[in-house]
């Protein structure tokens, strides 16, 4: 039995009927908070049903079950991915099963979608995806931020150009308040488990890979970190990232506001600024003779400020399934994203700018599939030839085979009829 696949026997949920539709069928590994969210969303989304859910406290995949009407719960993750019912799995476990579950659904066929991270390894993050891209299925990665609404109106002014050409893009990130002291031990660091998302939103918002990096990090808030390695010692970061074009991203991240949660974009462009402000519970404003503002601090959980960005990233995927259409946030997203907290991680470590290509070559890979980290010290393998994009490391995903036989298809239609004239 792997690790992370507690045995159990599937129970069917008696309650549920089965009015015979075809309909994509999902599964859903993880009944915890994150998973819950998915789950409801897809209830919610046409063409595509729940049905079976996994949770190692299987009481939980049961509630679950019975709350949300799914026919199948179980306490092992490997009977979600290998019921022959299913075309879609959904991974909302630990982080440390996703690139061994993404694995798993790939060897059945399964498409995925997976909260961040792929893997907490770069070399592994590589296998995931291409085991995905290998076997021919789709793979998404939740990064939310992307479909939260202020955020996509911000891509959207960019992209038409409405305040011009961009600048500077800066971005904000602050949490209510710090984690507790084991959830920071272990957990990557403050670049890997937080500011991730922002240095992610930055590519998003620049619409190009990033160049290089310097970031800085101290402790504020909670001075027992300060005995943690690398960046886990940090509480509050800051990075600057250079893209093409001499496009600057700044990004400033801190687990502790006591005002609430504090997310904020701006972009200046040479023909305008475009920015948004945090989100509250509701538009309600107090008017006093000591006080004027809003009548309720901003939200402070992320599931409440984000809860319609994982619904909307939930029903995205699920039209991608049934209208078999390219996953708007892929498993490349998702290691670049990865590439960039490693390098701010070393940037901060070093104290010096860090190209993202140095962290490139450091994987050699002997097939897409197996693939491992090099030191600075090592030989390169006989044959090894380093590469410098991130893409490059990766078999094309699903997405781009159907694109490349389309037009592939396409030209040979062409000079098939111009021959017959």
Request: proline share 6%.
């Amino acid at each position: 039995q792997k690790p992370g696949f507690p045995r159990s026997s599937v129970v069917v949920n008696d309650a549920v009927a089965n009015d015979g539709a075809k309909e994509i069928k999902v599964g859903v590994i993880g009944a915890g908070r994150i998973g819950l969210v998915h789950l409801e969303a897809i209830t919610k989304a046409p063409g595509v049903v729940p049905y079976i859910i996994s949770n190692p406290t299987v009481s939980k995949a049961e509630a679950a079950a019975k709350t949300y009407n799914v026919p199948k719960f179980t306490a092992d993750a490997m009977d979600v991915i290998t019921d022959p019912e299913v075309d879609a799995v959904w991974i909302c476990s630990p982080s440390q099963f996703h690139a061994e579950q993404i694995k798993a659904c790939a060897a059945n066929g399964k498409d995925i979608f997976c909260e961040k991270p792929i893997a907490t390894e770069l070399s592994e993050t590589v296998e995931a995806i291409n085991a995905c891209n290998e076997a021919g299925v789709k793979l998404m990665i939740g990064l939310q931020r992307r479909f939260d609404d202020n955020f996509r109106r911000v891509k959207q002014a960019l992209d038409n150009k409405e305040v011009g050409d961009t600048i500077m893009i800066k971005l904000c990130s602050r949490d209510p308040a710090p984690p507790p002291f084991q959830y920071v031990k272990g957990g990557g660091g403050i670049f890997a488990d937080m500011a991730v998302h922002d240095l992610d939103m930055s590519r998003f918002l620049a619409g190009d890979d990033p160049i290089e990096i310097l970031a800085v990090g101290s402790c504020h808030i909670d001075k027992s970190i300060e005995v943690l390695d690398g960046s886990e010692k940090f509480d509050t970061a800051t990075c600057l990232v250079r893209y093409p074009g001499g496009v600057q991203a700044m990004v400033d991240v801190c687990r502790q506001s006591s005002y609430g949660y504090d997310q904020r974009a701006e972009v200046l462009g040479n023909k305008g600024m475009i920015q948004t402000d945090n989100v509250y519970p509701n538009t309600a404003r107090i008017y006093k003779n000591d006080f004027t503002g809003n009548a309720d601090m901003p939200y402070d959980f992320f599931l409440s400020r984000y809860n319609e960005a994982y619904v909307t990233e939930t029903i995205a995927f699920c039209e991608s399934l049934v209208n078999d259409t390219p996953v708007p946030c892929t498993g490349e997203d998702g290691l670049v994203a990865l590439i960039m907290a490693i390098a701010a991680d070393k940037s901060a470590e070093e104290n010096r700018w860090v190209t993202f290509r140095e962290i490139v070559e450091q994987v050699y890979c002997s097939s897409p599939t197996e693939c491992e980290l090099l030191a600075q010290s090592d030989l390169f393998p006989e044959g090894f030839k380093p590469v410098s994009k991130p893409g490059d490391l990766l078999v094309p995903d699903v997405d781009k085979q159907k694109k490349q036989e389309g037009g592939l298809m396409f030209s040979l239609s062409n000079i098939f009829n111009t021959g017959s004239n």
